[in-house]
């Protein structure tokens, strides 16, 4: 597996394996997502096996500016003014597939949505607007396992299975895009790095996507983001043998932030659930309660997955 770099070189070479067909994963704002040419149904087919990622679980496909995503899906005047106040940035909208779009059904799971994204990193957009097309690219982890925020991340689960990653360090939002379905009714489908707050501003009171019986997006199952030892969450109380993963003050082993800052809790999260897993060796995880506004819902919602049981 190559290691690139974030330069002009690094993706011109990583423009070569995805025209070949291969699998380059690259550092986006959010998390680093594994990239495949998504017109492609060998690049797409290989994402689902690099990754051991189940069929029905669609993929979002990256753009790099508006013009690539108004070729993809059908922009009524509600995503126009989604699109125009968060792109680029970390939201996903799912919006309804144009027939003659292009991109492998597998992007898809054949639904006649379309999920997109025009991420902000500056080293995704130059990677895709260098490609000339969408990439489709779930985050670059094995299925089921943490988020990767980190090259160093993507090497671990991924080592032998894909091409290269290009390095950008560490990620700055830490947790995925916030995904809103533009249906009947604008829904929810997962929490994520723009804000509930920010979003209804905009589109007034959102609906809940889904139903408890049924995942809301089809990759929100509830076991995910799992690490190896047991999650005990909103954990008031220290417990001998446990590792403890603070918010604000109060004794712990590693902290999401110290200063009780969601945005800086994010960016942590899913490396310190790394770290913590590391240290651990199979004990049991505590995490301290986090709140459940702002940024506060996406790490709440991965961390209900990392607890689930499996
Ligand atoms: O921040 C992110 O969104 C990252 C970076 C790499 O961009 N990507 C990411 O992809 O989180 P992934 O595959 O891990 O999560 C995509 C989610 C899945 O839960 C999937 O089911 C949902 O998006 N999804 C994709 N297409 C959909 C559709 N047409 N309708 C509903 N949900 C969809
Ligand atoms: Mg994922």
Known sequence: MQILAPDADGIQRAVALLRGGLLVAFPT?????????????????????????????????????MAMARRLAVFDDKAEALAARFWPGPLTLVLPLRMDAGLSPYVTAELPTVAIR???????????????????????????RVSPTRADHVVDGLQGRIAAVIDGGACEVGVESTILGLFARTELLRPGGVTVEAIEALTGPLA???????????????????????VRLKAVDTRAG??????????CD?????????????ANLFHLLRAADALS????????PI?????????????RRAAAPR
């Open 29 to 65: 704002e959010t998390v680093y997502g594994l990239g495949g040419d998504a017109m492609s149904d060998l690049a797409v087919a290989r994402i689902y096996a690099a990754k051991g990622r189940p069929r029905f679980n669609p993929l979002i496909a990256h753009v790099s500016d």
């Open 118 to 144: 025009l991420p902000a990193h500056p080293v995704a957009r130059a990677l895709i607007a260098a490609f000339g097309g969408p990439l489709a690219a779930p985050s670059a982890n094995p299925s089921g």
């Open 208 to 230: 809940i996507g889904g139903d408890t019986a049924r995942p809301n997006a089809p990759g929100q199952l509830a076991s995910h983001y799992a690490p190896n030892a047991p």
């Open 242 to 251: 446990e590792v403890r993963i603070g918010f604000g003050d109060g004794p």
């Open 254 to 266: 590693l902290n999401l932030s110290p200063k009780a800052d969601l945005i800086e809790a994010a």
């Open 281 to 288: 060796q199979g004990r049991p995880i505590a995490i301290a």
């Open 291 to 303: 709140p459940d506004t702002g940024l506060g819902r996406a790490i709440n919602d991965r961390l």
